[in-house]
C-alpha cells in the first residue's frame, strides 16, 4: 500500500542552523511527491513539489528513489519556518496520501 | 478571491447525533476532498469527488458519508456521530490542468462529539 512516513513528530533547532525533515515513501511505481505547510492560524498549503526542482522560501527537497526518500532542507533555519510540515504522495493521480508530519520550531 | 470555504468552522455535538459539515468553493474546481486529522497520524482521506457523478471512499470511509450536489458543493455527513470521530476535518479542491498536484485547502472544521 502507499504509505508516507515521517520519522520526526517535533524537530527544534536554533536559528540560522540547518534544517531537514525527513520523509520516507513506499509506492509502486515513479511517485509524484509534495511537500505541504501549515503555518499557525494558516491554511495548509502547498511548499513544494518535486517536479519543479524548485526552491521555494529556501527550501528544496530531493527525491532519492534509491532510498524512497523525498527529505526537506534548507541551509539555514528563520524562526518564520516554524510550523508544521507534511510529505505527501500523489496517489496514481485519484487522491493524495500525507505523512504524520513533523512540527518545526527554529528557536531564536 | 477565489476560496475554499467551510461551515461550521466549531462544532460540539454529542454521541449518536446526526452531523453534516459543508464544503463550497469558488475556485471552479472538479476535484474535491475530506480529509480529518488527527495529532499523530496527520491527514487521513475520508472521500473524494472528481465530478457531481464520482464519489470515491478514502482511506477512512466507514461511519461518513457525503454528497456532492454541485461542482461548487461537497457535504460530509456524520450519520451517528461517536467519540472518536473527535477531529479537525478538512475539505480541499484541486485542478489537475492549471495546477497539478496542489491541494487548495479550507480552514478546517473542528468537530467535538462528546
Known amino acids: 500500500a502507499q504509505r508516507v512516513t515521517q520519522p520526526e513528530k517535533l524537530l527544534s533547532v536554533f536559528k540560522g542552523a540547518p534544517v531537514e525533515l525527513k520523509c520516507n515513501y513506499s509506492y509502486s511505481g515513479s511517485p509524484e511527491l509534495f511537500w505541504y505547510v501549515q503555518y499557525s492560524r494558516q491554511r495548509l498549503q502547498l511548499l513544494l513539489r518535486h517536479i519543479s526542482r524548485e526552491s521555494i522560501k529556501g527550501f528544496t527537497a530531493d527525491l532519492n528513489k534509491g532510498e524512497t526518500s523525498f527529505h526537506l532542507k534548507k541551509p539555514f533555519a528563520q524562526e518564520e519556518d516554524s510550523a508544521m510540515y507534511y510529505c505527501?504522495?500523489?496517489?496514481?493521480?485519484?487522491?493524495?496520501?500525507f505523512g504524520p508530519g513533523t512540527r518545526l520550531s527554529v528557536l531564536p | 478571491d477565489a476560496d475554499v470555504t467551510q461551515t461550521p468552522r466549531n462544532r460540539i455535538t454529542k454521541t449518536g447525533k446526526r452531523i453534516m459539515l459543508e464544503c463550497s468553493q469558488t475556485k471552479g474546481h472538479d476535484r474535491m476532498y475530506w480529509y480529518r486529522q488527527d495529532p499523530g497520524l496527520g491527514l487521513r482521506l475520508i472521500y473524494y469527488?472528481?465530478?457531481?457523478?464520482?464519489?470515491n471512499k478514502g482511506e477512512i470511509s466507514d461511519g461518513y458519508s457525503v454528497s456532492r450536489q454541485a461542482q461548487a458543493k461537497f457535504s460530509l455527513s456524520l450519520e451517528s456521530a461517536i467519540p472518536n470521530q473527535t477531529a479537525l476535518y478538512f475539505c480541499?479542491?484541486?485542478?489537475?490542468?492549471?495546477?497539478?498536484?496542489?491541494?487548495?485547502f479550507g480552514e478546517g472544521s473542528r468537530l467535538t462529539v462528546l
Open positions: 469527488s472528481f465530478d457531481v457523478k464520482d464519489i
Open positions: 505527501a504522495l500523489e496517489n496514481y493521480g485519484q487522491n493524495f496520501v
Open positions: 480541499a479542491t484541486s485542478d489537475e490542468t492549471s495546477s497539478p498536484g496542489e491541494l487548495f
